[in-house]
Nanobody, 126 residues
Framework: QVQLVESGGGSVQAGGSLRLSCAAS????????LGWFRQAPGKEREGVAT???????NYGDSVKGRFTITLDNAKNTLYLQMGNLKPEDTAMYYC????????????????????WGQGTQVTVSS
């Protein structure tokens, strides 16, 4: 059974940094995509960043250059280092995992993913 448990959210002022963690276990895909997504109240879930089993990454346009996704395979933990945070980054952040199709990058479309954590709240004040 896939388990994804996020942590590290909190409140921070604009310009600050946070690191989110996602303890991931139970998935057995040979090729996989792990990703971070976020959802603000009244808005659609948005892809933030993804990483595959080879370490290839993919970022949403709104976070490029500010956020970094990494995976520690030894700890089975996914991270999202967030820098230069803006009030518009305020959202519930979720991690997700699903298979990767050979020859394709991991999608940032949330509809691809079927395994989700419960989320961790990030609030950025101006």
């Amino acid at each position: 059974q896939v388990q994804l448990v996020e942590s590290g959210g909190g409140s921070v002022q604009a310009g600050g940094s946070l690191r989110l963690s996602c303890a991931a276990s139970g998935y057995t895909y040979f090729r996989y995509c792990l990703g971070w997504f976020r959802q603000a109240p009244g808005k659609e879930r948005e892809g933030v960043a993804t990483i595959d089993e080879d370490g290839s990454t993919n970022y949403g346009d709104s976070v490029k250059g500010r956020f970094t996704i990494t995976l520690d395979n030894a700890k089975n933990t996914l991270y999202l280092q967030m820098g230069n945070l803006k009030p518009e980054d305020t959202a519930m952040y979720y991690c997700a995992v699903d298979r990767r199709v050979s020859g394709f990058r991991c999608p940032t479309d949330h509809q691809w993913y079927n395994n989700w954590g419960q989320g961790t709240q990030v609030t950025v004040s101006s």
